[in-house]
């Protein structure tokens, strides 16, 4: 069983940039992929990012541009992403999610019924 709590959301302007971090807790953690989500105001729930338990294979929604950067501390049970360059469409609620899946791909990250975990979500804003 896992638990996760997010955290990190806020009010950013366009062209800004947030840190969101997502804590653990629970036995495991070591061999689950997470992954990040964020479902913008009245839109379905989209995969962000993912990161394979190892820390090692990283993926991207193509969305992201090279403007996120995923990453875990399996020590101190944290995922963290980095968002720089931030867009209006990036407002949402993010969550971060646990998968038994030890890999990160692609497929993975589109399919968010494969992951078991879920965060309650931090809500951000980009707006001026």
């Known amino acids: 069983q896992l638990q996760l709590v997010e955290s990190g959301g806020g009010l950013v302007q366009p062209g800004g940039s947030a840190r969101l971090s997502c804590v653990a807790s629970g036995i495991g953690f070591n061999y689950f992929a997470i992954g990040w989500f964020r479902q913008a105001p009245g839109k379905v729930l989209v995969g962000v990012s993912c990161?394979?338990?190892?820390?090692?294979?990283?993926k991207y929604a193509d969305s992201t541009e090279g403007r996120f950067t995923i990453s875990r501390d399996n020590a101190e049970k944290a995922i963290y992403v980095q968002l720089i360059n931030l867009k209006p469409e990036g407002t949402g609620v993010y969550y971060c999610a646990g998968t038994y899946w030890t890999a990160c791909t692609g497929g993975l990250l589109s399919t968010t019924q494969l992951f078991n975990y879920w965060g309650e979500g931090t809500r951000g804003t980009v707006s001026s």
């Open positions: 990161i394979s338990s190892s820390g090692d294979v990283t």
